[in-house]
């Protein structure tokens, strides 16, 4: 009878909330970006911004506009009820009404790596790289990192328009000539969330993260010689391109990045005349007209803005890519050469190699007594070392193996601390395989992967007094082998348009060191009251603007080349095996990485410099690429900002995006045979020169022919076409195939990858 009541009581009140649900969620407002056919604007109004005025207020009196923009869409942001949002959507000269979405973070050694400093002499004149602008949209910067030291810098470039706009904490005295240009946006996030908190973070550019501190000094940081965290990967730390500005765009906050604030500093940043855009966030996947980071980039691209992006650390899982527009630069992360070794000995003999970032007192060399954290917990994930789950009487005065999820890897440490724990191992799981990622754990800790935690592992579970200690090896040079893919960076194919191969390339993202917050400790934990001028964090947060430093570097030697150039010659110049020709790893298989995992290959600037020919792409491609979409007038217009209408007459085929990678999908019926052909065209960057085609496959199931096998280009910029036809043979099987593709004159190798599924 009890329980009756309770249940009578409980659907009656769930009555109620649902129709008071159903009212707030009519009532509920939330932001809109509203994309305006601006072509289509009436004669009788004064200019733009009355019209979308007055569009809005038709709809709603008292929606205030929160950003009117101007470059990268022509339309705004406001805050409406999905009822209002609905009415509007039908009205004339409104192309589209698309609700706000929530992007996230992706979250010195490493010039030498890339070959930079042995070949200084082949990069472009430090004047010209000075005239190159990086604009970073991320968590914004902290200023006094000597990494932003202007010291030797001549006057900013005379074409930059940007600004450096004060709040807490940061004036415009923050900025020099080296940073030149930093802003915040709010507007979205706080009409989302509320005012910013002033006192838990930074209403201005100043960086309380650390995150946007790292990405711009690794794209173009000064050089800072010394720089080290916690002894650590001591040595001189710089930007890809150390003589270029930055410019910051804050658009990340403690709540999140949001759409109508990304459009925002986009919007701002192509009127500021920035050169190259570096994003290390993303959103979920979809289409590239309601994503807001693929609208903002069509406009970049088209002023001749280099894009570049984080792939996303949704990997090792495929279809788990971010930012697969093919008007952006798509980057995954490899390993240095580097690494942080700490082994863990343990009572049996036994030695087991992890890594760690831990400075502080060591370990007594003696063997301390050593417990599983699932042993010492009454939790049912006793074994995450999540917060207050550990016993104390089962861990005081020892070593805790804890495994890696769930909650922050840092923060395990930091719960066993508590505890009163004296250390800990923390083993990987499936899920992470045998990478490791190093961290400047609160207490004497280190990381090993799946293999050597499980050994680890049954050593404790099958010994009642279990013992061991960890040793610290600080910082080693020259591991092989080096570049590995990394496992957390996402992998292909590409979910929204698998015709376009997508990472394009990887470059370094696992234990990178560059500038920091000194808002916060190198764990960014809120009990971590250390403070450091450099960190060491991974993510293709981190390899992206590597990319973006590189693509400095190309546009200042080459400031004729287009985006899609720039890209092209680091695609068509990267590499995908080790000196001794074995394919580039991937951590997570301990196998031969594919296209789907590494694109193009890792990235080699000193060979891009000068990669002979190029895969160009226009405007016009661009649009045609759309139409080969099926994209709706509309949905065209609203991406591009024009009244664009496909050629009903017209043949458009994904086939035909003159793109340096080849993603083939190709029918596989037993008994007929079947074949796909690819066209694609090269530019002449180099000298007068005849290239000569060959094809390399992972099976003989698809043959690859070219046509024709040999081009020769007689002066610079002269443009040639081929056609590569894929075909079935009667091997056809369901397994991806791979390949690569490489014109060579002897001198320059243009090569590009291919990646065949079945249908
Ligand atoms: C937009 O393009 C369409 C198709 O080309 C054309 O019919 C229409 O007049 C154009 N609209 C404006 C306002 O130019
Ligand atoms: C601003 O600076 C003051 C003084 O250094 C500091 O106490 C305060 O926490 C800072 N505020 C923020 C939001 O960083
Ligand atoms: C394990 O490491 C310790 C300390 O470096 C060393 O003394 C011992 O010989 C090693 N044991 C094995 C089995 O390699
Ligand atoms: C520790 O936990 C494992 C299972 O996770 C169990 O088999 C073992 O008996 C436990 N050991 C102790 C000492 O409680
Ligand atoms: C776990 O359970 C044991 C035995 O039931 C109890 O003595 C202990 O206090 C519990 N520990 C925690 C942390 O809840
Ligand atoms: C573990 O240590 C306890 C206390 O020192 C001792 O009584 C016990 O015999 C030891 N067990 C084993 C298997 O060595
Ligand atoms: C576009 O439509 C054409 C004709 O219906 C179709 O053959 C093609 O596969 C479609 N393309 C895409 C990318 O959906």
């Given at each position: 009878?009890f329980?009756f ?8 009140g ?15 407002k939330q932001t809109y970006?509203i994309?305006m056919a601006?072509f289509?604007m009436?004669v009788?109004?004064?200019d733009?911004?009355h019209w979308?005025?007055s ?14 923009y ?8 406001t805050?409406l009820?999905?009822?209002e949002?609905?009415?509007?959507e039908?009205?004339?000269g409104i192309?589209s009404?698309?609700p ?7 979250t010195?050694?490493?010039?030498s790596?890339?070959?930079l400093?042995q ?6 004149e430090?004047?010209?790289v000075?005239e190159?602008?990086?604009g970073v ?6 200023p006094?990192s000597?990494s ?8 900013i ?7 450096c706009?004060?709040?807490t904490?940061f ?9 030149i240009?930093?802003r ?6 706080e009409?989302a969330?509320g005012?910013v ?8 550019p100043?960086d ?8 711009s000094s ?5 050089i800072?010689?010394d720089?080290?965290l916690l002894?650590y ?7 890809m391109?150390?003589?270029?500005r ?14 109508s604030?990304?459009?925002a ?12 855009l570096s994003?290390s966030?993303?959103g979920?996947?979809s289409?590239y007209y309601?994503?807001s980071?693929?609208i ?11 894009v ?5 650390n949704a990997?090792?899982?495929s279809?788990s890519l971010?930012n697969?527009?093919?008007w952006?630069?798509?980057?995954g992360?490899?390993t240095?050469?580097?690494d942080?070794p ?20 060591s370990l ?6 050593f417990i599983?954290?699932?042993n ?5 994930s006793?074994n995450?070392c999540?917060t207050?789950t ?6 005081s005065?020892k070593?805790v ?6 909650n ?8 066993v601390?508590e505890?009163?724990?004296?250390g800990m191992?923390l083993?990987?799981t499936?899920a992470?395989?045998?990478e490791?990622?190093?961290d400047a ?5 280190t990381a090993?992967?799946q ?14 007094n279990?013992?061991a200690t ?14 590995v ?8 194919p590409n979910?929204?348009?698998p015709?376009?191969?997508k990472?394009?390339?990887?470059a370094?993202g ?9 808002a916060?400790g190198?764990?960014g ?7 450091v001028?450099?960190?060491i964090i991974?993510g293709?947060?981190m390899?992206?603007?590597?990319v973006?430093?590189?693509?400095a570097?190309?546009?200042a ?5 287009s985006p899609a150039?720039i890209?092209?010659?680091l695609?068509t ?5 080790y000196?001794?020709g074995?394919?580039?790893?991937d951590v997570a298989?301990?196998k031969?990485s ?9 990235v080699?600037?000193?060979s891009?410099l ?10 016009e491609d661009?649009l ?11 949905q065209?217009?609203?991406l591009?900002?024009r ?10 085929s994904?086939?035909?995006?003159n ?5 083939v999908?190709i ?5 007929s ?7 694609r065209?090269?530019t002449?960057?180099?000298s ?12 003989a199931?698809v ?6 096998a ?8 002269e ?9 079935t043979?009667s091997?056809?099987?369901?397994t ?6 490489v014109?060579?004159d002897?001198?320059h190798?243009v090569?590009?990858?291919?990646a065949?599924?079945?249908?």
């Open positions: 009878m329980r009541q309770v249940l009578v009581v409980v659907i009656l769930f009555c109620q909330l649902s129709v008071e649900a159903k009212k707030n969620v009519e009532q509920k970006i994309h601006k289509e009436p009788s109004f004064e733009h911004a979308y005025d569009s809005l207020k038709s709809v709603s009196k008292s929606a205030e506009m929160l950003y009117t101007s470059n990268v869409i022509h339309g705004f942001s805050r009820t999905a009822k949002a609905q009415i509007l039908n009205r004339p192309l009404v698309l706000e979405m929530k992007y996230e973070l992706h010195t050694r490493t010039p790596f890339l070959g400093d070949n200084a002499n082949l990069f472009p430090s004047d010209s000075s190159v602008v990086v949209l991320d968590t914004g910067v902290w006094e000597k932003f030291d202007d010291t030797g810098f001549g006057p470039p005379s074409s930059w328009k940007g600004e706009e004060s709040g904490n004036t415009s005295s923050n900025c020099n000539r080296k940073l240009g930093a915040f946006f709010s507007r979205g996030y009409a969330l005012p908190d002033a006192t838990k973070e930074s209403r201005s100043r309380d993260d650390g995150h946007g501190t790292h990405t690794t794209a173009a940081g000064s800072v010689s720089a080290n002894g990967a001591a040595g001189t730390a710089r930007g391109a150390a003589r270029a930055v410019a910051v765009y804050k658009v990340c906050w403690l709540g999140g990045c949001f759409s604030d990304i459009l500093a986009m919007d701002k940043a192509i009127y500021d005349n920035v050169n190259v994003l966030l993303g979920s996947m289409d309601r994503d980071v693929a903002g980039a069509f406009a970049a691209m088209e002023k001749g803005i280099f570049s992006c984080s792939a996303g990997g090792p899982s279809d971010s697969v527009a093919p952006i630069t798509t980057v992360a490899g240095l050469d580097r942080f700490a082994y863990v000995s343990l009572g049996n003999g036994q030695n087991y190699s992890g890594v760690s970032l831990y400075r502080g007192d007594p060399g003696k063997l301390l007594p599983y954290a699932g010492a917990s009454n939790a049912t006793g995450l999540m207050g550990l016993n104390p009487e089962k861990v005065g070593i193996l804890c495994e890696r999820g769930v922050p890897r840092v923060q395990k440490g930091y719960v601390k505890a009163g724990g004296i191992v083993t990987n499936a992470n395989g045998e490791l990622v190093a754990h609160l207490l004497p800790a090993v992967g293999k050597r935690g499980d050994a680890i592992k049954d050593y404790l579970l099958s010994n009642q279990a013992t960890i040793f610290f090896e600080g910082t080693k040079l020259g591991i092989e082998p080096s570049p893919v990394s496992a957390f960076s996402s992998r292909g979910s929204i348009t015709g376009v191969l990472p394009d390339m990887i370094p696992v234990n990178i060191l560059a500038g920091w917050s000194g916060v190198p764990t934990l809120a009990t971590d009251k250390r403070r001028g450099f960190n991974s293709t947060s390899s992206c603007p590597h973006s430093g590189l693509a570097l190309l546009k030697a080459h400031p004729d080349w150039a890209r092209s010659a695609m110049t990267a590499y995908t095996a000196k001794d074995n394919m580039i790893q298989t301990g031969p594919t296209p789907f995992d590494h694109g193009a290959g890792h080699d600037p000193v891009a000068n990669p002979g020919l190029v895969y160009d792409l226009t405007v661009h045609n690429f759309l139409c080969a979409l099926n994209y709706t007038a509309q065209i217009n609203s591009a900002r009244n664009f209408s496909c050629d009903s007459s017209k043949q458009y994904l086939n035909d995006l793109y340096p990678s080849f993603a999908s029918q596989s019926q037993m008994g045979t079947n074949e796909v052909k690819h066209t065209t090269l002449n960057v180099g007068p020169g005849m290239y000569k085609v060959s094809v390399s496959t992972t099976s199931s043959k690859i022919s070219v046509e024709p040999t081009l020769t280009f007689s002066q610079t910029n443009k040639k076409s081929y056609t590569v036809t894929f075909s043979t091997k056809a099987s369901k991806n195939v791979f390949g690569r593709i014109w060579s002897g001198k190798s090569g590009s990858p291919v065949i599924s079945w249908t």
